[in-house]
């Protein structure tokens, strides 16, 4: 990480080939046909079992799965609706492929693929073999492609339609409306003898000419579908440029990520993560004023626009879609309060947003990192005063005895919201803390300790914010402030005393990710880090030291790995000249998180002396930190 606005950095190609999962396929140097099965999706809605992730794309509400091959289905599983208000499965199958002349045959499936940015399938019974692709052409569409090996007549239908949804064909499309107002259409060229047929419908495809293309839409209302249909017909009849485009776009993300020294298992491990953060991408929609990053797709709970993850996310995106970026940070400053604060979180239902509380200030950093990236300096002047006024707003209403050190906490005044603030809801270090109303506003209260993350992070948004402003600037204060000596560990303070909290835990990794420790600090704190018992564990940097009495394996922010808290530790140790420690701890991350370079899902959080995974699967900011080791590595 470096504090300029301009640097100049140069991409590096990684050609690929073909791989076997796609039997028949024509060469091509893609890199995406490099990664097969990137992701295990499989799943048939009608299992007892949970689904955990969808194939979706270009910032779209809906996804599918794979059908798994014990329930198989031949069509693609869904769509399923994704905003966490909604869940449900529109349709077990919008499109089902047969022969015409047996409907009733079962097909034996050949083989399933999950590319980046694409699925494929392939089966056949008696009458031929099928092949279906699936790629998103814009954020309502998905444009499926069928082949066969056969001129055998195609029929296509739904299969079982969702809860309350009603089927109709209107002209050349199939129209599955839900109370809610989501609608799925399924649209088809005019040379399809499409009926309908008690509450769905049949789809005859005579003679066909191949690829076989059909539409499969999403939409929020009657007027956004209306608008959106018209424009379907010149899809289906030219598919070929919005191919391309999704095409180039992969193309683009995956030449701006990959490096041609690393080893093809840690490329898998930067595609995946690159694959769920555009998994997560969501268009504008409701009270999302502007396209942005979820957490996770998988979870209900987590499709939503998060401060501190929008920070962390835009970071990761920046160097291979800065204008998705851009727009993740300006999301969350739609919602930026007169006072400067940004609430924690938001909603397509802006009833449900989150005002109690704001989260670390990293905003400052995700700007420098689009900015570095792009030179956009138009974006940096649009942002700054809305970046000055968030910085100040910690100084005004999170400094309980202003002395130039802040504190977290909430504006109702409960420590439950101030943990949040923090990001690190239950850690172990909050757990004396008690609130303290700030003198002048009926909105603030702090925690009764000072923070060494949050005054570190505040120092670097001060060195980035620099021009000179009218601000506090207490930069060169927090290192000292924070050391504690007896121990030589940073950690928090007491308001009462200034007692230090001797917890050592994950904010101590802060100070040296953002520069402001002193190597000889770092230099003393290197045998606790290093202390296989506390911080050098099987998956290294814990959010506790492992020793510590309270430590709980699976206690969310008291024990597990949380993978942007390893980041921060390791990127420290780069900043000050321990890289190849840095590189040894990265491996340790790359080799033994379970899954990482199978087809296991990126999660939430990681079991400290196993690697398990745990919490929620398809995790952006974990993908963003994987994303940042990689690209450090060896440098």
Not at 45 to 69: I, Q
Not at 390 to 412: L, Q, S, V
Not at 521 to 542: E, G, N, R
Not at 572 to 590: H, S
Request: proline residues 5%; charged residues 20%; negative net charge.
């Amino acid at each position: 990480m470096k504090y300029k606005f301009i640097r100049i950095l140069c991409f590096t190609l990684l050609a690929a080939g073909i791989t076997a999962c796609t039997p028949g396929m024509k060469s091509t140097t893609e890199k995406r046909y490099a990664f097969a099965d990137i992701l295990d999706i499989s799943y048939t809605p009608d299992t007892l079992h949970r689904c955990y992730g969808w194939f979706t794309d270009a910032g779209s509400w809906m996804g599918f799965t794979l059908p798994e091959r014990q329930q198989w289905v031949n069509g693609f599983c869904g769509p399923f609706s994704l905003d966490m208000f909604r869940r449900q499965w529109m349709a077990q199958s919008a499109a089902v492929v047969s022969f015409a002349k047996d409907t009733q045959e079962i097909f034996v499936p050949d083989s399933t693929c999950y590319y980046p940015g694409e699925l494929y399938m392939s089966a056949h019974s008696t009458h031929g073999s099928i092949t279906q692709r699936l790629n998103f052409t814009s954020a309502s569409t998905a444009l499926l492609r069928i082949e066969s090996d056969t001129a055998e007549d195609l029929l296509l239908s739904g299969s079982q339609w969702g809860k309350d949804i009603t089927v109709s064909v209107e002209q050349n499309s199939v129209i599955a409306r839900h109370p809610s107002g989501e609608t799925v259409t399924v649209t088809f060229t005019p040379n399809v003898e499409l009926a309908k047929t008690d509450n769905n419908y049949t789809a005859l495809v005579c003679s066909p000419h191949y690829p076989v293309n059909v539409a499969i839409s999403f939409f929020t209302s009657e007027k956004e579908m209306t608008a959106s249909l018209q424009n379907l017909p010149g899809l289906l009849n030219n598919p070929a440029p919005a191919l391309q485009a999704n095409a180039e776009r992969w193309e683009g993300y995956l030449t701006k990520i990959l490096r041609k020294d690393m080893k093809p298992e840690y490329d898998r491990i930067a595609v995946k993560a690159v694959t769920t953060l555009i998994s997560n991408w969501r268009t504008h929609r409701g009270g999302l004023l502007h396209e942005g990053i979820i957490p996770s797709h998988a979870v209900g709970y987590f499709v939503g626009f998060w401060a501190w993850d929008s920070w962390r996310f835009s970071a990761g995106t920046a160097k291979f879609d800065p204008e998705l970026a851009k727009n993740n940070i300006r999301a969350m400053f739609d919602y930026q309060q007169p006072d400067g604060m940004i609430i924690d979180c938001i909603y397509t239902d802006p009833s449900e947003n989150n005002a109690r509380d704001s989260k670390p200030p990293l905003v400052c950093w995700a700007v420098d990192e689009i900015f570095t990236h792009t030179g956009d300096t138009a974006f940096v002047a649009e942002m700054y005063p809305q970046l000055l006024s968030y910085y100040k707003w910690w100084y005004e209403k999170r400094d309980h005895n202003r002395n130039g050190m802040c504190e977290y906490g909430a504006t109702d005044g409960t420590l439950e919201a101030a943990a949040w603030e923090s990001g690190m809801d239950n850690a172990i270090r909050f757990d004396g803390a008690v609130m303290l109303k700030n003198e002048g506003y009926e909105d603030a209260w702090s925690m009764d300790q000072e923070s060494v993350d949050l005054n570190a992070y505040l120092a670097l948004e001060c060195k980035l914010l620099k021009i000179p402003f009218d601000a506090p600037d207490y930069s060169s204060q927090v290192a000292d402030y924070f050391f504690d000596k007896n121990i030589n560990f940073f950690c928090d303070r007491r308001l009462k005393d200034g007692a230090f909290i001797e917890e050592p835990g994950c904010e101590a990794y802060t100070p040296l990710w953002t520069r402001i420790a002193t190597q000889a600090q770092v230099d003393s704190m290197l045998p606790m880090l290093q202390d296989t018992a506390k911080f050098s564990t099987y998956i290294p940097f814990p959010t506790i030291a492992a020793d510590n009495p309270k430590y709980n394996p699976r206690g969310y922010w008291r024990g597990p790995i949380w993978l942007d808290q390893t980041y921060f530790a390791i990127r420290g140790l780069r900043n000050y000249g321990y890289n190849q420690l840095a590189d040894e701890y990265t491996l340790q991350v790359f080799d033994r998180l379970s899954g990482l370079k199978e087809g296991a899902p990126i999660h939430e959080n990681y079991g400290t002396h196993t690697g398990e995974r745990l919490k929620a699967p398809h995790f952006s900011w974990s993908s963003s930190h994987l994303l940042m080791m990689y690209d450090d590595y060896g440098k």
